[in-house]
């Protein structure tokens, strides 16, 4: 969904000029953001991109006037078209809420635990001078214009009682009360899931068009500003590097670290993203020089002497670079030839299963003594994992795949069915027996700092399992776990530090080094990447993918992103309510005939756009409703009567194709394509 | 950015911890001395009587003044403190090893343990405990030796519950996990992955308690349900210079300020131990 | 809401019947006689008539002491129930009469200091958050560390010398009247004061951290607002719990004040009978304490449902 006219070149409402903030410490100002030239207009809708500590959220922050203590404006200004002049780092009266406001990334937890809905938002009218007796139907009325339906139960509600969707819209509902001229929104959907995400940008676009206002959106992901926004700004390391139209500088970039970041995104269909160098540096560490430059190619002694400057912003296309990309036509076409094509592990004719799951089922109780309440986790999920083999499973929040993931680790007792690795079925094994077999299977999860004792380095971290088997004397085992830091390409000098020192990509690292420490057949890899930046999460995965063709282990990957898993050419199990809907065959990307469940998930990628958007009432994931029929009916378009009723069998469409469909016959061809310049 | 900006804020409040650590102990460590060695070495015995001598203010030869009895009050006060600390550190290794041993087996068996243990936890819990150590001493008469098993059986409570606490905690955590995943013993989990983390919290606790448990137990001994005399204790010494507090207020300031000073020390010193072995705040305290 | 109260109001009564199934047990096994807990030893005590063996027999037929004891427990609780709790030994009045003459005082302390702990306690731990790190914040924290360890008979006694004697500014001469009660109910209010400041400093800073304190401050509201009715509102919960606790336990704070400062209360009252070993008070107090215990844990209940829809609700989904 691409804006169709650039630029409604509305007057200016914000500049920024030079503007700066930093953080005082004992040791000096700790700069977070440095002299940052910008400006935004009225009903423009400009996206700001960087990676995590690039200074994206601080600049987001520091226009509202809410930059988080102690930092503080360290230079430059703030103008604000209707005030005059003013720097901003400390809050401004009149400002918040009036001129801009905001909305944030986790929605939840953007609002107060224990009041009411319709509290929360009297307060915010009240604020904005609506009289007590008309407040009511003010805040219903904000709450349909958020497409809202039943007003008045959602002003009755608590957050807990909301899915995170709707407390997005409700967030989105409260920042429109004051009729601001600027809504920023920081990571608006970042915590949500695919669907939903969808939904929430396909609001902001209709309410930007409805309203006007202009929309600073924040985001680490580029679907999501194709989606959104007409023009961009790319931030590294507390600078802004690139400045232009979203075609043009998606399409076209010219900073190599714009064009860096593009190439390391995992795209649908496309094989492993390009392998970024390096780590994107703590804009508090880099000095007056360009903070590219330890990973550009291009450096020379002038990029060193000071940084490029931006160019205030003005519409045209500008990057801080001495050295720019020229333009070489059309760059999707290039990049995606560059892009290696996922290598589907050569498996032999008939292998022997590594992994056999059959017919697992498992119900957690929820609940105290009153009110006592059982959820269905998984039901008859039978899944196969074959050496060396990727196989990637896909669902949502409570789909089921970490209860699954940890009963194939032994953490888990499912209530039923087998869970054979090499033959041994797991269910039947004594405590002391399914110890044995954890050497052969070994796990890495999402969070791996929190995965790692805090107290321990992290050399005795890798060190661990081999201890816990009585392999080798520790020489021997120092020694392993060593050469396998290595491997996963973690210096010497972290070896001998505590878990809380390495950063969320080297943590991750650490996990792979440790669960590879034992030479395990099958490796088990609940989200590794959900937490990385862009260029970490490419990195990861070249490591992972490049380990997996060393050492052959079979990979049971679990991952909310669809394009992660094809990109690293994995077999595709989707599922939903604790069910297996399909399975996808390795490497058939071009695959479009799908579960109109895994259809919704794939339209709902940002940055790609089928045939016709559905995007469905993704509200039902909340409800743990228990189903005799397919989990997906209620949102799904060719339902019939039947699929309520009766869970559709696994039926087999094409070769290693299989899904869980009554209609399987009458599928559409979904005919996804990306968005042109992604 | 945090991390740039929390380097030097954690190095200061290292050097504080260590401050209030320093300071804390030494002047706990000078009290226990006193107490410990202090009767051992001094002239005067602590139940002596001398005619002629009662009730003097505080001079160079009695260092706290004298007693209605012609007492050094000083050699009192010290002895009253050796009868006071010891009764507490009792109290408080008989809570600990009762309250740690029964919250770790209700966490991690779980189940009806669990049930069991934190029923009878939450009942005791419930009890005000200034309030059921006077129906004890009520029902059981008084004495030092009644009080410290009223504390005793109420006091364990806290430590089921935090330690049963800690437990879950810990257990859920993701590197309890992570290690059994990479095939760690029941053995190795609870005492390499678990314990470490747990008893961190707890030596904060106890040593913050073990300011209230002085004061309570002394508390009871100033309204009479305690250690009776002749025999010293700061708080018995309390209400013994209550009559006299007219004429001779040393005999009401100097074992007050004793128990003043011996909870402030261990204050702080709880205080700074809680931010270095309870980072996660895993006690549950304000900080 | 209303079923929820219902519900915990019910589940009062089987407590009470365990505790007082628990003071019978205690009761009983305590040393002694329960002869000699209703009506005193054989022999002892002045004002006490001496009760002849035979006399103590029928006593002990007419208590159905000799009764298998569940039905010994039916006869005490039917007496407990209907506030016969026998009489002292002292002065050989009835101990509900003599209790109906001095709770109302302890009471009186009791909320006056459950007030001035409140208006204490409270900004100190709003002041102390929100200056977190400045001077305000560490004069707080440094104040409430030496009052935590400041032991509050100590403190009275101090208080009662400086005010009372050297200044002559307090009537110290003990009464029940409010001009008596203010400074024994701040001194006892002190002792926990730190506690509850610290407990909502630190509860207070983590909420004005939170997410949703950003987003109300992104829409423009004011500090004040934000800072009462969202953080505050939040913060208070976890301390709910302990000021629950504390009034629950005035009737213990109260023995050690009103017996400073003389004022003629139930703490004072039990203090005498324990160290005269009348037993009947002391059954009444435990009896008393239990009841009160109950009520305050049932307030603290449901205020928390009140307050918190998330109990409320028992969390449980609903969209």
């Known amino acids: 969904m691409v804006m169709e006219t650039l630029a409604t070149s509305g007057s200016n409402l914000v500049r920024l000029t030079n503007f700066s903030v930093g953080y005082p410490t004992s040791n000096g100002v700790v700069p977070a953001l440095r002299d940052i030239s910008l400006d935004i207009c009225e009903g423009e809708s400009l996206a700001l991109v960087g990676e995590s500590g690039s200074g994206k959220s601080t600049l987001a922050r520091a226009l509202i006037g809410l930059v988080e203590a102690p930092g503080r404006a360290t230079g430059g200004e ?288 929820v609940g105290g003594a009153l009110g006592k309440q059982s959820v269905q986790a998984l039901t008859d999920v039978s899944l196969d994992v074959s050496p060396g083999e990727i196989v990637g499973i896909a669902g949502e929040t409570g789909c089921g795949k970490s209860t699954l993931a940890k009963c194939v680790l032994g953490l888990e007792y499912p209530d039923s069915g087998s869970i054979r690795i090499d033959g041994v079925d797991l269910t039947k094994l004594g405590k002391s027996e399914v110890r044995k077999l954890r050497r052969r299977v070994q796990a890495v999860f999402q969070d791996a700092r929190a995965s790692m004792n805090p107290n321990r380095k992290i050399i005795d971290v890798v060190q661990e399992p081999l201890r816990n088997f009585g392999i080798g004397d520790r020489h021997e085992r120092a020694e392993r776990a060593r050469e396998m830091l290595s491997r996963v390409g973690l210096s010497d000098d972290l070896f001998e530090r505590s878990p809380g020192q390495l950063s969320s990509g080297q943590c991750q ?170 | 950015m945090l991390r740039v900006v929390a380097g030097p804020l954690l190095n200061r409040f290292a050097a504080r911890t260590n401050f209030l650590i320093v300071i804390g102990g030494a002047a706990l460590g000078l009290i226990l001395l006193a107490v410990s060695i202090g009767p051992l070495v001094m002239q005067t015995d602590a139940l002596s009587f001398e005619r002629g001598k009662e009730l003097l203010p505080p001079s160079a030869d009695h260092w706290f003044g004298t007693d209605r009895f012609g007492r050094d009050f000083f050699a009192r006060v010290l002895e009253g403190g050796r009868v006071s600390l010891t009764a507490a550190f009792i109290a408080m290794s008989l809570i600990l090893a009762i309250g740690i041993t029964l919250g770790a087996i209700a966490g991690y068996l779980g189940s009806w343990v669990d049930g069991a243990v934190m029923r009878i936890v939450d009942v005791l819990l419930a009890l005000p405990p200034f309030v059921a150590a006077i129906a004890i001493a009520g029902l059981f008469g008084t004495g030092l030796q009644v009080i410290l098993i009223g504390v005793v059986t109420l006091w364990w409570a806290w430590y089921a519950r935090i330690t049963r606490g800690i437990v879950l905690q810990v257990k859920e955590r993701l590197h309890v996990d992570a290690a059994k995943a990479a095939g760690a013993t029941t053995f190795s989990i609870v005492f390499r992955e678990i314990v470490p983390l747990a008893a961190g919290p707890v030596i904060v606790v106890a040593t913050l308690d ?33 009559a006299y507090f007219l004429v001779s207020p040393h005999l009401t300031l100097f074992p007050g300020l004793m128990i003043f000073l011996t909870v402030l020390a261990l204050n702080l010193l709880g205080e700074g131990l809680h931010e270095r072995l309870d980072p996660y705040n895993l006690a549950g305290r304000g900080g | 809401m209303l079923k929820y109260a219902l519900r915990r109001i019910l589940v009062v009564f089987p407590t009470l019947v365990a505790a007082s199934l628990i003071i019978f047990a205690l009761i009983r096994f305590a040393p002694g006689d329960p002869v000699d807990i209703m009506y005193g030893p054989a022999g002892m005590g002045h004002s006490t008539a001496t009760i002849s063996q035979e006399a103590r027999d029928k006593v002990r037929g007419q208590l159905g002491l000799l009764e298998p004891p569940p039905i010994q427990y039916a006869i005490w609780l039917g007496r407990v129930v209907r506030l016969d709790l026998g009489t002292t030994f002292k002065t050989r009045r009835p101990v509900v009469d003599e209790l109906a003459e001095r709770l109302p005082t302890t009471a009186k302390l009791a909320f006056l200091s459950f007030g001035i702990l409140l208006v204490t306690a409270i900004p100190l731990g709003v002041v102390s958050a929100v200056n977190q790190g400045k001077a305000a914040d560490h004069g707080v924290r440094f104040v409430a560390l030496v009052f935590s360890a400041m032991p509050s008979f100590w403190l009275g006694l101090l208080l009662l010398y400086l005010l009372g004697v050297q200044w002559d500014v307090i009537d110290i001469s003990g009464g029940s009247e409010l001009k008596h009660l203010i400074l024994p109910a701040a001194v006892m209010a002190l002792g926990i004061v730190p506690t509850i400041s610290r407990l909502l400093r630190a509860s207070l800073i983590s909420e004005l951290g939170q997410l949703y304190i950003v987003f109300a401050r992104a829409q423009g509201l004011s500090d004040g607002v934000v800072l009462w009715r969202h953080a505050v509102r939040v913060a208070v919960l976890p301390i709910m719990a302990l000021l629950g606790l504390y009034l629950g336990g005035a009737l213990g704070g109260s023995v050690i004040v009103e017996s400073i400062f003389s004022i003629p209360g139930v703490g004072k009252w039990v203090l005498d009978s324990i160290l005269g070993r009348d037993f009947p008070v002391v059954q009444a107090y435990m009896l008393l304490a239990v009841v009160i215990i109950a009520t305050a844990n049932l307030v603290v209940d449901l205020s928390y449902a009140v307050l918190d829809p998330r109990i409320r609700f028992g969390g449980r989904q609903v969209a």
């Open chain 1, 78 to 365: 703030i103008e604000l078209a209707s005030l005059g002049r003013s720097t901003s780092a400390d809050r401004r009266t009149g400002v918040a809420g009036k001129i801009m406001t905001m909305v944030l990334q986790e929605p939840r937890d953007s609002l107060n635990p224990v009041l009411s809905i319709g509290s929360q938002m009297g307060m915010v009218l009240a604020r904005r001078g609506v009289p007590r007796r008309e407040r009511r139907s003010a805040a219903s009325e904000l709450l349909r214009s958020v497409r809202l339906e039943d007003a008045s139960r959602v002003l009755r509600s608590y957050p807990f009682q909301l899915s995170g969707g709707m407390c997005q819209r409700v967030a989105i509902a409260m920042a429109l009360a004051g009729q601001a001229k600027l809504l920023i929104a920081d990571e608006p959907t970042t915590a949500l899931d695919v669907r939903v995400q969808a939904s929430i940008l396909r609001l902001l676009s209709e309410l930007q068009r409805e309203h006007g206002f202009a929309l600073l959106l924040v985001s680490h992901d580029f679907g999501v500003v194709a989606e959104v926004s007409q023009t961009v700004a790319v931030m590294y390391a507390g600078r802004l590097v690139e400045y232009g139209p979203t075609t043009e500088v998606l399409g076209n970039p010219r900073h190599p670290y714009t064009a860096a970041l593009l190439n390391a995104r995992p795209t649908l269909g496309a094989g492993l993203p390009i392998r970024p160098i390096g780590q994107a540096p703590d804009a508090g560490k880099v000095h007056d020089q360009c903070a590219y430059i330890p990973r550009c190619q291009h450096a020379d002694a002038l990029c060193s002497e000071s940084p490029h400057p931006l160019p205030d912003g003005s519409l045209s296309h500008s990057a801080a670079c001495y050295h720019p990309i020229e333009f070489v036509g059309e760059r999707s076409v290039d990049a995606a030839a560059a892009r290696q094509s996922p290598e589907i592990p050569k498996l032999p004719l008939k292998p022997a299963k590594l992994l056999e799951v059959r017919d697992l089922n498992k119900r957690f109780r």
């Open chain 1, 509 to 678: 690292r650490a996990a792979l080094a440790r669960a590879l420490v034992l030479n395990p057949r099958l490796l088990i890899c609940d989200e590794p990447f959900s937490s990385l930046d862009l260029s970490a999460q490419a990195q990861l995965m070249h490591l992972l993918s490049d380990l997996q063709a060393e050492y052959g282990f079979g990979l049971l990957l679990i991952s909310h992103d669809l394009a992660v898993l094809t990109s690293l050419g994995s077999r595709i199990v989707v599922m939903l309510g604790g069910r297996i809907l399909e399975v996808l065959p390795a490497g058939q990307t071009e695959h479009r005939i799908v579960h109109p469940y895994t259809g919704a998930l794939l339209q709902s990628i940002p940055g790609f756009s089928g045939n016709e958007r559905r995007v469905g009432r993704p509200h039902s994931a909340a409800k743990k409703i228990e189903l005799s029929g397919c989990p997906f009916v209620s949102d799904c378009d060719l339902a019939i009567d039947l699929c309520g009723e009766v869970m559709p069998a696994m039926s087999t469409t094409a070769a290693g194709h299989e899904m869980a469909c009554h209609r399987s016959a009458d599928l559409p061809d979904l005919q996804l394509v990306s968005t042109a310049h992604l």
């Open chain 2, 210 to 242: 073990l300011g209230s448990l002085i004061l309570t137990i002394a508390g009871l001994s100033f309204l009479g349900l305690g250690e009776q005399p002749p025999n010293p204790e700061w708080g018995t010494l309390l209400s013994e210079g209550r």
